[in-house]
C-alpha cells in the first residue's frame, strides 16, 4: 500500500463534499474480455526462469447469483499486484466451476486470493465477499514440465479446513443503512388498519437497472447475517431491530428512487411511502417518511420517523488484497490485559501520578505488563485527532482566579482547533472542589502533555503495545437529548482518523471500537486492515440507556456484530456478575467473536481473575500498576515472534 496522501484540507465536510472527494480520487476500471488480457506479465531476465502457463482452476461450495463472477488477484503484476481494478476474470466452465489461464514467471513462489464480484455499468468492480486467510494462498514454483493446474476451492486454504470468506470493503460504492432500531418508530392514525406490531416491511429500488443490492439484518443471535428480502418484507414487531443494508454506485448515489412497502401478515399490501437518495442530508440524519394508503393512496395510514447512515469509501488512499487483520484474534492467545486510558482514569481522587490518555500512562501501563492500552480519539475543528475522554472540557480565561465550579466554562473539543487547545486552561471538579492542571502548553514533560495527536501516540507507543483506539461520537439518551452536539461529518471524521492510524500505526496489535454502532459499521466497511469491537454499556444501573436498541444488552451488541462482520464487542463489566456471565460470554465465542470486558467494576485483582476464569478476551481496567496479575512477567506482544506476524499489516 502507498503512503496515505492528504487530498483535502483538514475541516469538515458535507457528506456531498466528501461524496465528490471520493468520485474524483478513483481512477477508470478497465474491461476485460477475457484473462488473457493480462499476458503481459514481467518477463524473467534470466534465460533459466522462463513465463508459464499456469492454469487456475476453483470450485465454489455455492451458486454464485446471476450477477456475480469470479476474480482472481495475486503478487505478480499479471494477477494485477493485489489491485481491484487489475484482477483477473475467472470464466465460468460449470454451475460451480471457474477457470483461468495466466503466464507467469515460474522459477519463484507467488501469492494469490480469489474474490466474488459484480461490476457495474461504469465498469467499476464491487468486492462482495473474498477470502480472508490470515497468509494468502500459495502457488509452488514449477519448471515449464512440471506446472500443473491449481485447483481449489473459494474460502478454503487448507485441506478439512472451515471456509475463511467475509465481504469486501467499500471502493467505488457507497451503503447507505435504513435502521428500525429504536422504541417509538411509527405514529399510527388508525391501530385498526394499521397495527405495527403486525407489518412487514420491504423496501425496493424503484429503477432496476441502476446496480444496486438491497439487504437486510434482522437481528436475532444466531441469525443475523445480512441477506436477500423475502418477497413480502421483513416482519417488525416494536422492539425489533431491522436494518436495510443498500449497496449502490457511488457515481449515481443521489439520483436513486425508493418505495417502502408495508404488508399485513396475510401479505397484503397495507401502504408506502416514497423516498430518495436526495433526502440524505449528510452522512446522517431522521427521515420524515408518510405512509400513504394502498386503496386510498390520499390517505396517510402512519408517521414513520426512520434513522440512516450514508457510509463512503475510505478516501485517501486505496486498499487491496494482499492482507488482512481484520478478522485475526487466534483462539491461542490468552486472556489479555488492557489498559484503560492508559494507567487509568486521573480526574477523580486518588489518581495516579500519570494524567490519562497521555503518552507517559500510556507508557507506565506497559512497563506494568498492559498487553495492549485503550485510548479515546476526538476530532478537532481543523480536522486533527487528539486523545482526551470527554466530548469537551472544562476551562477559564488566562489569569482568572477560579474558586467555585460555576465560574468555569465548558467548550467541546470539535469547535476547537488544536493551537488553541493546547493554549487553554484544564480544570476537573472533584468532590465540589475545582482543581487545576497544566495546560497542554505549560507542560515541559512531552509526554506528560495533556490532548497528545493521535500521530504522536503511534509514533512514539512501541510496537508490542497493542492499541483500542476508540472513535468518540455522542449518542443519543432513551430519554431525550444527547451526550454532545456534533457538527463534523461522521465520513470526514472516520477517514481522518483511518488516515493516521493506516499510515503510522501499522505493525501492532490494533482494534478499533466505538459506542456508535454507525461509526462501527464505517470503520468496518471503508477498510480491510484492522478488526473492530462493538462498545456497548448494555443494562448499566449506571447511566442512561441510549435510545439504540442495539447498544441495550449484550446479545443484541453480539447480534449487530454478527449483522455486519465486527470482531466482536466491548461490553461494560456489569453485564456479567452474574451466574449466567460464563453463559453470555459463551454464546459470543459460538459466533467466533471477541468480548472485551470494560469498567469499573473491572478494577481489582480479584475481578480480573474473575474475568478471566469466565471467558473474556480481554478485561480493560485502571491502574496496571496495582492490580496487574502479580505472575505476570512480560506483556504478551512483548515477542519478536508475535510482532513478526504484523509485519505485512500495511503496505507502506
Known amino acids: 500500500m502507498s503512503v496515505p496522501m492528504l487530498l483535502t484540507p483538514l475541516e469538515p465536510q458535507t457528506a456531498e463534499d466528501h461524496m465528490q472527494n471520493c468520485a474524483s480520487h478513483v481512477e477508470a476500471a478497465p474491461r476485460y474480455n477475457n484473462a488473457n488480457e493480462l499476458l503481459d506479465a514481467t518477463s524473467s531476465s534470466s534465460s533459466s526462469c522462463k513465463p508459464a502457463l499456469r492454469e487456475f482452476q476453483v470450485r465454489l461450495l455455492t451458486p454464485l447469483a446471476a450477477e456475480e463472477q469470479l476474480g482472481l488477484t495475486g503478487d505478480a503484476k499479471a494477477l494485477g499486484e493485489w489491485q481491484l481494478s487489475r484482477s483477473v476474470p475467472l470464466e465460468r466452465v460449470a454451475e460451480l466451476t471457474w477457470r483461468t489461464t495466466v503466464r507467469l514467471q515460474s522459477c519463484r513462489q507467488l501469492e494469490y486470493r480469489y474474490f466474488i464480484y459484480v461490476e457495474d455499468a461504469a465498469g467499476y468492480k464491487q468486492i462482495r465477499r473474498w477470502e480472508t486467510h490470515f497468509k494468502p494462498r500459495q502457488l509452488p514454483a514449477c519448471s515449464d514440465q512440471q506446472c500443473s493446474r491449481q485447483s481449489d476451492v473459494f474460502g478454503v486454504a487448507q485441506v478439512d479446513a472451515a471456509p475463511q470468506v467475509h465481504r469486501g470493503w467499500l471502493n467505488h460504492e457507497a451503503i447507505v443503512q435504513l435502521k428500525f432500531n429504536g422504541e417509538k418508530m411509527f405514529q399510527v392514525h388508525d391501530i385498526e388498519t394499521f397495527d405495527p406490531q403486525h407489518v412487514q416491511l420491504k423496501l425496493l429500488a424503484l429503477d432496476p437497472t441502476a446496480g444496486l443490492t438491497v439487504e437486510y439484518s434482522k437481528q436475532s443471535y444466531g441469525q443475523s447475517q445480512l441477506q436477500l428480502q423475502p418477497a413480502h418484507g421483513v416482519p417488525y414487531t416494536k422492539g425489533d431491530i431491522v436494518i436495510f443494508h443498500i449497496t449502490l454506485p457511488l457515481e449515481r448515489m443521489m439520483l436513486q428512487q425508493f418505495r417502502l412497502e408495508c404488508y399485513n401478515h396475510a401479505q397484503e399490501l397495507l401502504g408506502s411511502a416514497s423516498l430518495s437518495s436526495a433526502q440524505l442530508q449528510g452522512s446522517e440524519g431522521l427521515l420524515q ?364
Not at 388 to 416: M, N
Not at 452 to 465: G, M
Not at 561 to 580: I, K, R, S, V, W
Request: charged share 25%.
Open 289 to 652: 417518511l408518510h405512509i400513504k394508503s394502498a386503496q386510498q393512496p390520499e390517505e396517510t395510514l402512519a408517521r414513520l420517523r426512520l434513522p440512516y447512515v450514508l457510509v463512503l469509501p475510505y478516501e485517501y488512499s486505496p486498499l487491496d488484497f494482499k492482507t488482512t487483520y481484520a478478522h485475526y484474534w487466534p483462539r491461542s492467545w490468552p486472556n489479555l490485559d488492557v489498559g484503560h486510558r492508559g494507567n487509568g482514569k486521573s480526574y477523580i481522587a486518588e489518581a495516579p501520578l500519570e494524567r490519562e490518555n497521555t503518552v507517559a500512562s500510556f507508557l507506565s501501563a506497559h512497563a506494568h505488563h498492559a498487553d495492549m492500552i485503550e485510548l479515546d480519539v476526538h476530532l478537532t475543528a481543523d480536522g486533527i485527532p487528539v486523545i482526551y475522554h470527554d466530548f469537551g472540557l472544562r476551562t477559564a480565561p488566562p489569569g482568572k482566579l477560579i474558586e467555585k465550579p460555576d465560574q468555569l466554562e465548558y467548550v467541546l473539543i470539535k469547535d476547537i482547533n488544536y493551537e488553541l487547545l493546547k493554549r487553554l486552561r484544564i480544570f476537573s471538579v472533584i468532590n465540589g472542589q475545582v482543581q487545576e492542571y497544566p495546560a497542554h502548553n505549560a507542560e515541559p514533560r512531552s509526554e506528560h502533555r495533556i490532548f497528545p495527536r493521535l500521530v504522536e501516540v503511534l509514533q512514539q507507543l512501541p510496537k508490542s503495545l497493542g492499541i483500542d483506539v476508540e472513535i468518540k461520537w455522542p449518542q443519543r439518551r432513551q430519554g431525550g437529548g444527547s451526550e454532545a452536539e456534533q457538527t463534523i461529518d461522521k465520513n470526514f471524521f472516520a477517514d481522518r482518523v483511518l488516515q493516521e492510524v493506516i499510515q503510522h500505526g501499522c505493525g501492532r496489535p490494533l482494534i478499533f471500537s466505538s459506542f456508535d454502532a454507525d461509526m462501527c459499521t464505517m470503520l468496518r466497511f471503508k477498510q480491510n486492515i484492522f478488526p473492530v469491537m462493538f462498545l456497548t454499556q448494555g443494562e448499566t444501573k449506571k447511566w442512561q440507556a441510549f435510545s439504540d436498541l442495539r447498544t441495550r444488552n449484550f446479545v443484541a451488541a453480539v447480534n449487530n456484530a454478527q449483522a455486519f462482520e465486527l470482531a466482536g464487542t466491548a461490553p461494560h463489566a456489569e453485564d456479567f456478575l452474574g451466574e449466567n456471565g460464563a453463559a453470555l460470554l459463551q454464546q459470543a465465542r459460538e459466533l467466533g467473536q471477541i468480548a472485551v470486558i470494560w469498567g469499573d467494576d473491572c478494577n481489582s485483582r480479584e475481578r480480573v481473575q474473575y474475568f478471566t476464569a469466565i471467558g473474556a478476551t480481554a478485561t480493560c481496567y485502571d491502574r496496571s500498576d496495582l492490580y496487574m496479575p502479580q505472575t505476570k512477567q512480560r506483556a504478551f506482544f512483548n515477542s519478536s515472534l508475535l510482532l513478526a506476524e504484523f509485519e505485512a499489516q500495511c503496505r507502506i
